[in-house]
């Protein structure tokens, strides 16, 4: 076999992407029109979490950190319940971008319940008689204090991180001097809120939100640090770089086009289909619709061009059925959706030997195309 000199090959700039963004259960970086209050596709993570206004919040260009708008938190904000909240003993970092116009009890993490002590309950809070120190509770009844604090009517880079069992509170990329030891469970799966309290009544926050990013099981910074200049990035990148293989060798010239896209996943969805379908994680899936047992329609975030232009795969596992039966996932058309690919969804089933649909705990689904 001849050898192709290294010489003849190549290779091309992959798009930038953040290689920890498997990691990431939350990035909001709040870009749109000003006055816009639209709370869909905010999610930037592959959680595709969801979002509630209350009365006055809203996207707005009055103040901003990076794009066209942040978001003006008036009164209370709303993120659907994740397990991507709940980072259990592990490390963790929560940052964002904080614009305050005045010193009140500014909730920017709040993750409480009806009980003080429940594990998991968590608080990162502007503490309105403390000149704008930070104030975290991370068990429920235990909190600390930080010595430094915000500014007002300024941007201030915020980010609360655990490295190996220590909490440490960055301004502006600089450790405050009060850091706390806790190995204990830190956040829950539940809804996390933004602004006044869970509960009301922690008076109007009136402040600014931006690129408000979420990491679970990763402690990014571990020293000081200079404070991104851009806006987080939003996916994982092109970390296979193209090879273009000299002409003059004994070879084929590829990806010359740059990337294919029709090579890369335009959708994928993992999801328990026992009960009330529960997403674990998925790319570009909004939701699932059961239609019946071992009957489902995975919703697509953004569609597809049309329903001939793409392919989808299912696979899965019986693992909550209890039975020794093996089932069979696949794509599913019958009277109740005719269609099984369609812009919008894709539909899916699973039955055992007996032909007998039967819902599962694990289904999966890959979709390609554009």
Same mark, same amino acid.
């Given at each position: ?9 190549? %290779? ?21 029109? /000003? ?6 596709? &905010? ?5 595709? &979490?969801?979002?509630?206004?209350? =009365? ?25 319940? @994740?397990? *991507? ?28 319940? @009806?009980? =003080?002590?429940?594990? *998991? ?9 403390? *000149? ?14 930080? $010595? ?15 490295? =190996? ?12 001097? +009060? %850091? ?9 799966? #539940? /809804? ?19 690129? &408000? ?20 990035? %939003? ?20 990806? $010359? ?14 999801? !328990? ?8 994680? @998925? ?18 975030? +953004? #569609? ?39 812009? !919008? ?7 055992? $030997? ?7 705990? &694990? ?8």
């Amino acid at each position: 076999m001849k050898k192709l000199p290294l010489d003849y090959i190549k %290779t091309f700039g992959s798009t930038a992407g953040d290689d920890q963004f498997a990691k990431v259960t939350a990035l909001f970086n709040f870009d749109g029109s /000003d006055g816009d209050t639209t709370t869909a596709g &905010l999610d930037a993570s592959n959680k595709n &979490l969801s979002v509630s206004y209350s =009365s006055g919040d809203q996207l707005s260009n009055t103040q901003k950190k990076f794009g066209a708008t942040s978001l003006y938190v008036a009164d209370n904000v709303t993120i659907s319940s @994740s397990d *991507g909240f709940n980072f259990g003993t592990g490390d963790f970092t929560i940052e964002g971008w904080y614009y305050l116009t005045q010193l009140n009890n500014h909730f920017l993490y709040d993750q409480w319940a @009806s009980s =003080s002590t429940g594990a *998991g309950n968590n608080q990162i809070y502007v503490k309105s008689n403390e *000149g704008g120190a930070i104030r975290v509770y991370y068990d429920g009844s235990s909190k600390f204090t930080t $010595t430094g604090g915000f500014s007002l009517n300024t941007w201030t880079h915020l980010a609360v991180v655990r490295y =190996s069992n220590t909490i440490t509170v960055y301004f502006n990329g600089t450790a405050d001097g +009060t %850091t706390q030891s806790f190995s204990g469970q830190f956040g829950k799966t #539940g /809804d996390l809120y933004i602004g006044d309290q869970h509960a009301g009544g922690g008076g109007a926050p009136q402040m600014y939100v931006d690129d &408000l990013r979420v990491t679970k099981g990763l402690a990014r910074y571990t020293s000081n640090f200079t404070p991104p200049t851009t806006a987080h990035l %939003t996916s994982a990148g092109d970390v296979n770089k193209h090879i273009v293989v000299n002409s003059d060798a004994d070879g084929v010239a590829i990806g $010359t086009g740059g990337i294919n896209q029709a090579r890369i996943a335009k959708a994928w969805c993992n999801f !328990d289909g026992t009960g009330t379908p529960a997403i674990r994680g @998925s790319y570009n899936c909004s939701s699932i619709t059961d239609i019946d047992t071992g009957k489902y329609k995975v919703n697509f975030s +953004t #569609g597809m061009s049309d329903e001939g232009n793409y392919v989808a795969f299912c696979a899965g596992a019986e693992v909550n059925s209890g039975s020794s039966q093996n089932h069979l996932f696949h794509l599913k058309r019958d009277s109740v959706v005719s269609n099984i690919l369609n812009e !919008d969804y894709v539909y899916v089933a699973s039955a055992n $030997t007996a032909a007998t649909q039967a819902d599962d705990g &694990l289904f999966c689904v890959l979709v390609f195309g554009n």
